[in-house]
Structures are given as C-alpha cells and as structure tokens.
C-alpha cells in the first residue's frame, strides 16, 4: 500500500538560534498549513537528545548529548497523529573529534541549522498505534 504526493512548496530556512529544532519544524509547518512533508537540516546543535527503540520491550531509550554537536545529517517527515503536526526526524550528530551517535532526535538547541522542508500534496496522512510494533505508523 502506498499514497502518492504532488511536490507543493519548497522552503529554506535558517532555524532559530536557541530554538528546539523539531519544535521550530512543527511550528513552521503549522504557520504555513503543512501537513504533509519531508525535510533535510544541517548545521550545529548546542545539546540534543537522541532515541533508540528497544524492539523487544517496545520503549524508547535515550541518549542525552550534553555537548556541542554538528547536525552531519538530519532528515524527517511530516504527518498527523491525533489531529496533530507530528515531525519524525532522524539524525546523525558528530562530536568535537567527529564521532558520531545517531537516532531518533527528540530535541535539538539550535546554535545554527538550515532546514530545507519539503511540501509534500494530496491526500491526508495520519499515524495511527500499530500494536505488532508499538509506534505510530502511517496508515496509507
Ligand atoms: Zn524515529
């Protein structure tokens, strides 16, 4: 199963210095009525907390950053979950030495990131609790 999407609008934007990136993500898409979308950031982190989902015991763990980070690369989508603006994002983040941890990224303090998001048209598309793996999944 699957949907397929018009290219809509295309944004570059420099996030917000001090601003948490997923937040600044979601707020940018509900400001310009986004609902559907993919997005690519790359820049600096002053801290971020990543995720890794234990598939077995079906729970997130995470793995806080309390250091200056480069975003070596960041991507996500944008869909609804309850109603909701929900960006997923991704992220691989390097150190001072360049080593790297990656995950799930929760939160993010921009010291400065590049957001290219992607407006995606067409039909809804809404997460919804899978049980077999206990995330919320789109239901195309
Ligand atoms: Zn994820």
């Known amino acids: 199963m699957y949907t397929q999407f018009e290219l809509g609008r295309n944004f ?6 001090n601003s948490d990136l997923i937040q600044f993500v979601t707020e940018l898409a509900e400001k310009e009525g986004i609902t559907v979308a993919t997005f690519t950031a790359i820049g600096a982190l002053k801290r971020a907390k990543l995720e890794f989902y234990d598939q077995e015991k079906h729970e ?3 793995i806080a950053l309390d250091s200056p ?10 869909s609804v979950t309850d109603g909701r603006t929900f ?16 995950g799930h990224l929760l939160e993010g303090v921009v010291f400065a990131a590049e957001v290219h998001l ?8 809404e997460r ?8 919320s999944l ?3």
Do not use: F, M, P
């Open 87 to 102: 960006v997923h994002a991704h992220a691989v983040l390097a150190d001072k030495n360049g080593n790297t941890k990656a």
């Open 12 to 17: 570059l934007v420099r996030a917000e210095h």
């Open 118 to 125: 992607r407006e995606l048209k067409g039909a809804k598309l």
């Open 138 to 140: 789109w239901e195309t």
């Open 128 to 135: 919804k609790y899978d049980t077999v793996t206990g995330l």
């Open 60 to 62: 997130y763990r995470e």
């Open 69 to 78: 980070q480069e975003i070596a690369s960041c991507v996500g989508n944008i």
